[in-house]
């Protein structure tokens, strides 16, 4: 039993090694064709025989065992019928709830407000309004809003007149679903410097950007359902919501 244990314990090392010494080969075949890739924050085997997937930050790409080739694009487990591109992306990309700083964000309640999601948002996006018109139909939800001025340079005017709101979460609504601009106001606007270092920190870089209870990030607009969705999966996720 023990000669078993130490033979087992010989060849886990000797597999640890020689992922090791596969991860160096790609790395300096890689920095040496490709300036762009001379720095690789992590190399790991792919579900797929023989295929390494190269990260670089949140960029992906595939190569094979020697570095000889690279591919930029999609992997695809058809038996799965799962992107595992995007699975991992996501996971990358993920946002811990609890991270959130949400003292900076304007709090909108609806219904009991049991459920909850994180917005970024600027208020010149129209693919935002086109959101936010949508998100009207959805009831029993805590929606954290980040004013996060980006788009264009009166962004941030109207985003310190809606931040500065006496009434900020009207002065939103009013914005995106009435087309009614807040009045200008001024206050201190610190948060909104804060929400756009924290947005650069986890490289959210287009609105709306949604982010739920379970850390899940979702770039770009959805409809009422996908939202539905969305906060039923985080819900039933019960050990990564608080």
């Not at 064709?33 to 001379?38: K, L, T």
Request: aromatic fraction near 6%; proline fraction near 5%; include cysteine.
């Amino acid at each position: 039993m023990k000669l078993s244990t130490a033979l087992l314990t010989v060849a886990a090392a000797t597999l640890s090694l020689s992922a090791t010494a596969q991860e160096d080969v790609i790395r300096k075949a890689l920095a040496e064709r490709i300036p762009q890739m001379d720095k690789i924050d992590e190399v790991r085997p792919t579900p797929m025989k023989g295929l390494y997937e190269v990260r670089i930050g949140t960029d992906l790409f595939y190569t094979d065992a020697k570095g000889d080739y690279v591919i930029q694009g999609e992997l695809i487990d058809s038996k799965a019928r799962r992107n595992l591109t995007e699975d991992r992306i996501n996971k990358l990309t993920a946002v811990s709830f609890s991270a959130l700083p949400l003292k900076d964000a304007v709090t909108i309640v609806r219904g009991d407000g049991k459920r909850k999601v994180a917005v970024f948002e600027d208020p010149n996006c129209g693919y935002c309004k086109r959101f936010e018109r949508d998100l009207q139909q959805i009831n029993n939800v805590t929606v954290y809003l980040f004013l996060y001025p980006i788009l264009s340079p009166d962004s941030a005017e109207k985003s310190r007149n809606i931040w500065c709101s006496k009434e900020q979460a009207t002065a939103w609504q009013d914005q995106m679903v009435r087309d009614k601009p807040a009045p200008a106001a001024s206050c201190d606007t610190s948060a909104l410097q804060r929400n756009l270092a924290f947005g650069k920190k986890h490289k959210i870089t287009g609105t709306p950007t949604l982010i739920f209870a379970n850390g899940t990030r979702v770039p770009g607009a959805i409809g009422a359902q996908e939202v539905e969705k969305r906060l039923a999966e985080a819900a039933s996720d019960a050990p990564s919501s608080n």
